[in-house]
């Protein structure tokens, strides 16, 4: 498993090339910014959420992203029948177990879905990936040396049970599968003060799985393209604000170029 | 029918002057940006979908924009009880068809909502106006000549049965009534990368309906009021984030000269 | 009663340092732009709505904003459930009447609220908190002599029968308790032409409330930042667009010496 800015741009055209359909049943607080970052990426994003269409959208998409931000019974019974079409037509399924650990309801939402799709992709923050899989992490007990080693520790654990492909975000992000792990180190401090960059990094895995079926290093190009379009973004940024606008105006400008200049493994 | 740099700045003046409130029963991804689409060219925005309170907000409003996009069933119950209201008010209907011709459901909810209530406006882009004709325009077969000209087609059969202004958008926009054809020009190529600038297209034939009963004029000067702030936010413009908000800047600083310099039929 | 630079820097300075969970249950129009203002100035938001989970997150927040535009049945009854769990937590509670006094719907929703949990703080524009205690102010009849008089009438009733801290934005802001009335001239006319930034003021007071249990204080402190990042924001804006954009830069940025350079009582 290796990634290369050649390999990255590769996807990258492939997406602008297909502009494949991303079917994304998520949280309220992001639709909007999540549909802009797949456009300007080069994808066609489709958010549908009433059972009486779950199946029929995913049926014609190329993935499926699950988000559980904003979570309600009714939209949690669309996440499952949308699952199951997908699977039977072989899309990938992407999770974003959005603030598992912060409450029951959600931790056990996550892991419910997670135990009856094996998704493809599982992409969280470091509580979110450990709170999915305490009890596998709990026999490692309180020796590991850091929050950062023991989300590591909690992904490997995951990825070993349910053979997805599973994705920290941090400073670092880390993409885990059975032949090893990826870390990239691009981004840039104040993303984490923009809303839902975490969810657009779920959505952007569903567009880079889409045209790669190598899903680690799909997942591992989605990291290094947010990462490289946050770093453009935060060059004339004032503030979290235009930030934002900059992270989109960077997705749909990025060139070969960028990518050989800003990538770091 | 025919528009000027004139006509359509009156329409404008007089959203300014009046601000008449919008209904919206409109999908979750654009509503921050249609409302403020809404508000910087001057008008009253409101979202509001439960059944306890619909009617009474269709009641005090001057136009009633219904978007189908992130459809469910209790939305769709919604949508019936304003659309009576709105009738039985005579304040103009508007639908946008989102998503039509991708699912069933979709087809069959905008093609049921628009024999039931005959809205004054129908905006789509072209596969949406086909989807919602099928019947009528197949017995044209395939000859055809373009899917542009298949659209056209079927905005003119489904002007022809249900009296509606109906409105093609895409590199051209098309307005059709029974009087015959508009053809507006303006517009850039980047507008379909932001999120809903089609849903918010709708939600402007919802405010200049509101002051210009004259609803074919009135779709027109909307469409022409989007292209051309469209234009001038391209100008300086990014990529699809800084043109989401050059695009709101434009609305509410455009002027007389502004319209006469860019207006293209 | 009395705020200054000092008063307010100390409280940016807490949220930046506590970073508070803010729990929000508010209208789909707003939750984006809401949430990046917490983020921008310091604070933790989260969205949640789901019976089954909003008193879990109330109990683990410092404070719960309860936001009433885009209402329906089923969110009632989880801002009732969030905030039993709130007032037994001693976590003081915002409400935002979005809408008061435009349907009965949102007037009887808002008024059932406060009396059933005193909130620690209301906050509306002028008419909505008139809508709120219309009985109380009708008593005083005709003779008020401007309606922001009258709103002012409104709030110190509304204060008078429920001890809720209550704030009238618009021009100027008052903020009124049991001690007498605070004048905030912060803010700028273009201000209204942004959509949510009233729904933005009440969950800035979340994060002031959060941090500074002398409520009347908090609230005058959230009042006079959201004007004068506003302010900062005019100065390069060309519109309600950049205006937005340049908002959250300027909550991001703040300092010290904006606060002293730009507040006015």
Redesign the interface.
């Known amino acids: 498993m290796n990634i290369t800015p050649e390999t990255i741009w590769e996807d990258v055209r492939a997406i602008r090339e297909q502009a494949p359909l991303v079917h994304n049943i998520t949280?309220?607080?992001?639709?909007?910014?999540t549909?802009?970052a797949l456009?300007?990426l080069g994808a066609s994003?489709?958010?549908?959420?009433?059972r009486?269409?779950v199946e029929?959208?995913a049926g014609?998409s190329s993935a499926l992203v699950i988000n559980i931000?904003?979570?309600?019974?009714?939209w949690i019974s669309s996440m499952n029948l949308a699952a199951q079409k997908a699977d039977s037509c072989n899309i990938p399924i992407i999770i974003d177990p959005v603030?598992a650990g912060?409450?029951?309801?959600?931790t056990t939402t996550a892991t419910t879905f997670i135990q009856a799709f094996f998704p493809e992709i599982i992409r969280g923050n470091g509580s979110e990936i450990m709170a999915l899989c305490q009890d596998g992490v709990a026999t490692k007990g309180v020796d590991s040396t850091s929050e950062s080693s023991l989300a590591l520790d909690s992904a490997k654990h995951l990825n070993r049970t349910t053979d997805s492909v599973v994705c920290i975000t941090g400073e670092t992000d880390y993409v885990v599968d059975k032949t090893g792990v990826i870390a990239i180190k691009n981004g840039h401090p104040m993303m984490?003060?923009?809303?839902?960059l975490g969810c657009t990094a779920s959505a952007l895995c569903g567009a880079f799985a889409a045209v790669n079926s190598r899903y680690a290093t799909a997942v591992a190009h989605a990291m290094a393209v947010m990462g490289i379009a946050g770093e453009i973004a935060a060059e004339t940024?004032?503030?979290?604000?235009?930030l934002?606008?900059?992270?989109?105006?960077?997705?749909?400008?990025l060139t070969r170029d960028d990518i050989e200049r800003y990538f770091r493994e």
Chains 1, 2, 3 share one sequence.
């Not at 994003?45 to 009433?50: E, G, I, Q, Y």
């Not at 984490?192 to 839902?196: F, H, K, L, M, N």
């Not at 940024?237 to 235009?242: D, V």
């Not at 934002?244 to 400008?253: K, R």
């Open positions: 949280n309220y607080v992001v639709m909007n910014t549909a802009n456009l300007a994003p489709v958010m549908a959420h009433a009486a269409e029929e959208m014609i931000g904003t979570l309600s019974d009714p603030g912060a409450t029951q309801y959600r984490p003060r923009v809303t839902g940024a004032k503030g979290p604000g235009s934002q606008t900059g992270f989109i105006d960077a997705l749909y400008c």
